[in-house]
């Protein structure tokens, strides 16, 4: 079992439409959980960062967390196409350690 | 807003040369971390450095890879005898130090593409 699995997409949906973007994992001790955004030959750039369960909202975009059910999602609301872009989820347990990313979801938003 | 910066954006070597890439982290950032992305692959952790230390690194980061940090604001990578498999994007990344449950995020540089032929 993959320690993150992401589903590719692509995923294509019309300006306006809300956008719902999972990702599960297999490892239990993972409790910071983040969501970045990556332009075409750009870095990945940091949108959402929670910890542990519950949501977080920033502007358009709410960040879900159940650890319950080892499941993270990502919405966006009014979505523009300024928002087409691959989005990964990543996730790290306590202390110094490294992110585990998931494959990334290429998102099309249509005019 | 800050940014964590690479150089060169591009590197074309050819194989078994050695390559350097360059990172200047965030200023006040104290942790600092390399990680790779090969065409069509998962964004994959190389290593981690803090205190002047590797604090944990991949099992990708083998004898060829090293880092530095040579000043107060650089941070390399170096990979001795390049292969054809090191083709990838490679960022760099840094955080602050956190406290308590506030682990703070990591923030990417927008890579150096590594082209070995």
């Known amino acids: 079992q993959k320690e993150v699995e992401q589903d590719p997409g692509p995923l294509s949906v019309p300006e306006g439409a809300i956008v719902s973007l999972n990702c599960t994992y297999s490892?239990?001790?993972?409790?910071?959980f983040m969501w970045y955004r990556q332009y075409s030959r750009k870095g990945p750039e940091l949108l959402m960062y929670?910890?542990?369960?519950g949501n977080k909202e920033d502007g358009r975009f709410t960040a879900q967390v159940d650890k319950s059910s080892k499941y993270i999602s990502l919405f966006i609301r009014d979505s523009q196409p300024s928002d087409s872009a691959t989005y990964l989820c990543?996730?790290?347990?306590?202390?110094?350690?490294?992110?585990?990313f998931g494959k990334g979801t290429r998102l099309s938003v249509i005019a | 807003e800050p940014e964590v910066t690479q150089t060169p954006s591009h590197q074309v070597t050819q194989m078994g040369q050695e390559v350097i890439l360059r990172c200047v982290p965030i200023?006040?950032?104290?942790?600092f971390y390399w990680y790779r992305q090969i065409l069509g692959q998962k964004v994959e952790f190389l290593v981690s450095?803090?205190?002047?230390?590797?604090?944990?690194k991949s099992e990708i980061f083998d004898d060829q890879f090293s880092v530095e940090r040579p000043d107060g604001s650089n941070f390399t990578l170096k990979i001795r005898s390049t292969k054809l498999e090191d083709s990838a994007m490679y960022f760099c990344?840094?955080?602050?130090?956190?406290?308590?449950?506030?682990?703070?995020?990591?923030?990417f540089g927008d890579g150096t593409r590594l082209s070995i032929l």
């Open positions: 990344a840094s955080s602050r130090k956190g406290t308590g449950k506030g682990r703070q995020p990591q923030h």
């Open positions: 490892n239990s001790a993972f409790q910071y």
């Open positions: 929670t910890y542990s369960s």
């Open positions: 990543a996730m790290k347990s306590c202390g110094n350690t490294p992110l585990v």
């Open positions: 200023s006040n950032h104290l942790y």
């Open positions: 450095f803090y205190n002047n230390e590797i604090s944990e």
